[in-house]
């Protein structure tokens, strides 16, 4: 069983910066082929992929919107997932969840919320013009 808990969210202002945290526990996720992505959810809209990483091997995916914005990255020795997200827009304003699977997902699959079977609480990410 992996434990995930997400921090670093808050309100900032557009064109600021935030870095979102996953913290995981009760499996080293560093050293297993574990995917780790970022999703993210509006008020009244349905969760959208945000990027992705798929650990042993470091490669990324991220959602067209983001790219060149956010940076998604690993700490192995923390256990830990980030998200890096500058120049942020009012319209990143989202709860922001992080999700793990076991297993090496292909490119498009990593960014399909069904097949990540271990969530996270969310944070949310505020952002005002």
């Known amino acids: 069983q992996v434990h995930l808990v997400e921090s670093g969210g808050g309100s900032v202002q557009a064109g600021g910066s935030l870095r979102l945290s996953c913290a995981a526990s009760g499996r080293t996720i560093s050293t297993g082929t574990y995917t780790v992505g970022w999703f993210r959810q509006a008020p009244g809209k349905e969760r959208e992929f945000v990027a992705a990483?798929?650990?042993?091997?470091?490669?990324?995916v991220y959602e067209d919107s983001v790219k060149g914005r956010f940076d998604i990255s690993s700490d192995n020795a923390k256990n830990t997932v980030y998200l890096q997200m500058n120049d942020l827009k009012p319209e990143d304003t989202a709860v922001y969840s992080c999700?793990?699977?076991?297993?090496?997902?292909?490119?498009?699959?990593?960014?399909?919320?069904?097949?990540?079977?271990?969530w996270g609480q969310g944070t949310q990410v505020t952002v005002s013009s």
């Open positions: 990483v798929r650990l042993t091997s470091g490669v990324t």
């Open positions: 999700a793990a699977v076991k297993g090496i997902l292909a490119p498009q699959t990593m960014q399909s919320r069904y097949f990540y079977n271990y």
